[in-house]
């Protein structure tokens, strides 16, 4: 009497069971132009319309659903590793102080330039309008609310698709990590559709993505983009806004240089991530 073994069967059109395959550390560029094209378009209309339909909860299903939720399928999808495509090590102290401190400095730094933009090409009417009602609050516990959906929400959501997503792409088929840098912050300036806080958001996408590549872990980046939109969104909710008003004069603009100094310095001696990839 013998006793049967069960085996798999694998022939050369079917390939080796899904199960098998082994994870992708990135994805190509078709699997990113999916990605992101999906993310763009979807964000772009029927994110609009959510947010037409309420302001704040519009915006976090948008981020959640059209940001965050193409990338974790695409992850299953396409067999890739999702520690190396999202890498959320835990950063050394200096490594994420030097995050802050830089995401502070330079939104002092892109103030200051918004300002000056605004004096030869100003926002028109119709869309500084739409921003001020936007971060319009009612009472401290509104304004706590309306920082944490503008603040960290897309401070989470979009680092997981750009910084990780298409930056980990980027880096892998664009052959050098400058030339990943700039494609990917050039993408999140892009997808912004604001021509007028181009050249600001395109500056803060090279910081983070230099951040996520030189930490190795997403979790920096993510800090200093929710500082930043933190400074900005209380710039203009309490009554100031960053566009109306010079920042600071020469001493300011020093002390901003300063601490984006000191902040590279800090990031770049402090130790890798563990599960740096890049």
Known sequence: MSLAVPTTRVSAETGPPADTLPARPSPGPREMALVGGLAFFL???????????????????????????????????????????????????RVLLGALLGAAGLNHLLT??????????PTPEPIRALFDGLFAYRGPADFVILLLVFSIVPSVCEEILFRGFLQTGLMNHLGTPARGIIVSA?????????????????????????????????????????????????????????????????????????????????????????????
């Open 43 to 93: 964000t772009a209309f029927s994110g609009t319309l959510l947010q037409l339909a309420h302001a704040r909860a519009g915006f976090v299903l948008s981020q959640a659903l059209f940001i965050v939720l193409p990338v974790l399928l695409a992850i299953r999808w396409f067999y890739l590793d999702r520690r190396r495509v999202l890498p959320f090590g835990r950063p050394q102290p």
């Open 112 to 121: 200051a330039y918004g300002v000056w933009q605004e004096s030869i090409l």
């Open 186 to 278: 050039l993408i999140f300036g892009l997808f912004h559709i604001d021509p007028w806080r181009f050249a600001g958001v395109f500056g803060l996408g090279v910081f983070l993505a230099w951040l996520r590549h030189v930490s190795g872990s997403l979790v920096p980046s993510m800090a200093a983009h929710a500082l930043s939109n933190l400074i900005s969104i209380s710039l203009k909710a309490l009554g100031g806004p960053e566009d109306t008003r010079a920042p600071a004069g020469v001493l300011g603009t020093l002390l901003a240089v300063a601490a984006l100094a000191a902040a590279v310095r800090l990031v770049r001696t402090g130790e890798p991530a563990r599960d740096r990839v890049l």
